[in-house]
Each structure stands twice: as structure tokens, then as C-alpha cells.
């Protein structure tokens, strides 16, 4: 990272950063669905202020997805950062179900396995194999997440990868991220005519402000640093993922009493 009087966050200041809009993002957005099981669109009848701040949320996952592009580089052990991404995985998924498991059934992932296959694609691109072999390794682990339906599922390794790959590229990094992101959201038009266009357009332009503030917090104003409580930190992030899950669906449950 070069040194410039804007990069004023490390590490553990961008995260907390970002899960702040996620939680409150997911607090809403989840609780509707969990109110309307039957009703995938559900979101789009929150009011506009509600809709907005579920956008927001959407600041979060490209945070993440480069902390595995950098942790890749940084980590002093990358097979037990790949474990430890894998552990956390398989523990947050039972709270995981908690929420999506009466809308989406059992067959759903959450958004950790993602990071982990991502992960695991920047390693096999790495790695001393053939081009098309790293290829292939590549395209199992984008598949994997459509397999177990992970959150985040196909575009999360490629960001991931993309990140890495074009680290030292700014230019690349920013095309390829901003193909990516597009891609992603227009896959919300596939709901156009069935939901209110205005809320549709809406929701899409917050998507694609949220994706790029996270793009700007992390090219900008990151330094690449420690916080003081880094082994603190660490653990919070991976053991907050989990409680975030327990603690809308005890929100939901308090809701359904009151």
C-alpha cells in the first residue's frame, strides 16, 4: 500500500465499518423474508427508507471478498487461514438455517464457504500446475458454491480471484471489478414487471453505490495495518458472523410474541 495521508483505516476499523450496514441491512431484509416465507420479492414492498438500508448491506461482501485477497498475501499460514475459514463455515451454518431454512429449504450455504472457495481458487491459481489445470481448479471451486448454493455463489470467488489476481494493477482491478459488479446487479431485472419498477431502479443504484464506496474505502483510505487488538478482532469478526444469524431470528421470535 503507498503511503497517503487518506489512508487513515486498517484493518479492523474497514470491518467494523462494513458490518455495520450489514447487520442493520440483514436485521430488515431477513425479517421480512422470514414474515413473507412464500414471497422471494418480499423486499421490495419494505418502505423506501427500509429498501435503502437493505442496499447499504451490500457494502459489506467486497470488503470481505478483498480481505481474502489481501489475507492470501499477508497470512503467515495459509492452510490453516483455508481451515479456519472452512471451521467457521460449518459452524455458522446451522444458525444460517435458523433464518433461510423455511424460505429456502436445507440446501443453502452461507456467504463464509464462498470466501473459502475463493480462498482455494487464489491458492490453485498460485500453484505450480499448467494454465489449464489452474483453470479448471478454478471453475470446481467457482462451481462448489453453486453446488451447495453458497451466498454470494459463482461472483464471490471471481471477485475474489480478480482481486488478487489485478492487485498490482489498479486500472484492471477497477475494469474487471466494475464488469463484475454490473453483471451482478442486473440480475435484479430479472424482477422487473413483477415488482415496482421505481423500487426496482431504486434498490439496483444502491447496490452499485454501495459496491463502489466499498471498492473506494478499500483502495482509498485502507493501510494495510493491524489494529492494536488484532487477535481480538480476528475472532470477533468470525465468531460475530454466527451471532448475527442468532440474534434476528431471537428479534423475530421476540416480534412474533409481542
Known amino acids: 500500500m503507498e503511503n497517503s495521508k487518506l489512508k487513515v483505516l486498517n484493518r479492523d476499523m474497514m470491518k467494523y465499518l462494513a458490518l455495520i450496514p450489514m447487520f442493520i441491512g440483514h436485521m430488515i431484509a431477513w425479517i421480512n423474508l422470514m ?10 414492498e419494505l418502505p423506501i427508507p427500509l429498501l435503502i438500508l437493505t442496499g447499504l448491506s451490500l457494502f459489506c461482501p467486497p470488503v470481505m471478498f478483498f480481505f481474502i485477497a489481501d489475507g492470501y498475501k499477508y497470512t503467515k499460514d495459509i492452510k490453516k487461514y483455508a481451515l479456519r475459514l472452512l471451521i467457521f463455515a460449518c459452524i455458522s451454518q446451522p444458525f444460517d438455517w435458523l433464518v433461510f431454512q423455511p424460505i429456502l429449504g436445507w440446501w443453502t450455504s452461507n456467504v463464509i ?33 453453486v453446488l451447495i448454493y453458497s451466498d454470494w455463489m459463482i461472483f464471490g470467488v471471481i471477485f475474489i480471484l480478480f482481486l488478487h489476481i489485478f492487485r498490482e494493477k489498479p486500472k484492471a482491478r477497477f475494469i474487471s471489478y466494475s464488469i463484475l459488479i454490473l453483471l451482478h446487479t442486473s440480475l435484479n431485472l430479472t424482477s422487473l414487471g413483477s415488482v415496482p419498477t421505481f423500487k426496482l431502479l431504486l434498490y439496483m443504484f444502491v447496490m452499485l453505490a454501495s459496491f463502489m464506496a466499498a471498492y473506494f474505502c478499500m ?34 421470535m421476540l416480534m412474533d410474541i409481542l
Open 35 to 44: 414474515n413473507n416465507p412464500e414471497n422471494s420479492l418480499a423486499v421490495y
Open 113 to 145: 464457504f464462498t470466501l473459502f472457495f475463493g480462498l482455494l481458487a487464489i491458492i490453485a491459481w498460485e500453484s505450480r500446475f499448467k494454465l489449464w489445470q489452474r483453470i479448471a481448479l478454478v471453475v470446481l471451486c467457482v462451481g462448489a458454491t
Open 219 to 252: 483502495t482509498t483510505f485502507y493501510n494495510g495495518r493491524k489494529s492494536s487488538h488484532p487477535v481480538f478482532a480476528k475472532w470477533f469478526f468470525y465468531i460475530f458472523y454466527p451471532l448475527h444469524y442468532l440474534i434476528i431470528f431471537a428479534v423475530k
